[in-house]
T-cell receptor
Framework: DAGVTQSPTHLIKTRGQHVTLRCSPI?????VSWYQQVLGQGPQFIFQ???????GRGNFPDRFSARQFPNYSSELNVNALLLGDSALYLC??????????????FGQGTRLTVV | GQSLEQPSEVTAVEGAIVQINCTYQ??????LSWYQQHDGGAPTFLSY????GLEETGRFSSFLSRSDSYGYLLLQELQMKDSASYFC?????????FGGGTRLMVKP
């Protein structure tokens, strides 16, 4: 079985632009979460989706949005990019919501550089 | 909100035992997880403690004390490949909150 796949792997954008990152969870996993990881720090929670509904939101501005599709894949959108948005964006999938005792499986991430 | 504290760096020699501590402050706590991340790689799940006590998985063990808001990851028989960053993470509600990570360097 394929693991969590994310695309693209690397991306360079200019300040003010918009970006869309994509994630395909492990087959059978209905929960997808997004994290931002700045170099040298731990991942920071952005969103969680379960069964196509937003189930959790971290402390990020409204420029960040996401959605989950009927096949459980997900997109993270960031508008009006700032230099500070440069980071590794990680997607994690799990069988159930984070309330349940289940591990999260992470993709390799998308390295976003804003110039 | 949630906050987690863990040492930023730990160095140990091959074959030794190392303990990485994690203290947390959170509301709606469900459990403490540990993840390993090699440079350039994705975080991978190591263990989860939902109840007080010790969980053992091969060379790795993890401990939780809910009353002390404290946990640790114990790595035994260290190998060079264990050099990585280790993150504790609390489950609270529908989110995982990660600590800043502990960079473990294993020396020959």
């Amino acid at each position: 079985d394929a693991g969590v796949t994310q695309s693209p792997t690397h991306l360079i954008k200019t300040r003010g632009q918009h970006v869309t990152l994509r994630c395909s969870p492990i087959s059978g996993h209905k929960s997808v979460s997004w994290y931002q990881q700045v170099l040298g720090q731990g991942p920071q929670f952005i969103f969680q989706y379960y069964e196509k509904e937003e189930r959790g939101r971290g402390n990020f501005p409204d420029r960040f949005s996401a959605r989950q599709f009927p096949n459980y894949s997900s997109e993270l959108n960031v508008n009006a990019l700032l230099l500070g948005d440069s980071a590794l964006y990680l997607c994690a999938s799990s069988l159930l919501t984070a309330r349940m005792n289940t591990e999260a499986f992470f993709g390799q991430g998308t390295r976003l550089t804003v110039v | 909100g949630q906050s987690l504290e863990q040492p930023s760096e730990v160095t140990a020699v091959e074959g030794a035992i190392v303990q990485i501590n994690c203290t947390y402050q959170t509301s709606g706590f469900y459990g403490l997880s540990w993840y390993q991340q090699h440079d350039g790689g994705a975080p991978t799940f190591l263990s989860y403690n939902g109840l007080d006590g010790l969980e053992e998985t091969g060379r790795f063990s993890s401990f939780l004390s809910r009353s002390d808001s404290y946990g640790y990851l114990l790595l035994q028989e260290l190998q060079m490949k264990d050099s990585a960053s280790y993150f504790c993470a609390v489950k609270a509600g529908n989110m995982l909150t990660f600590g800043g990570g502990t960079r473990l360097m294993v020396k020959p």
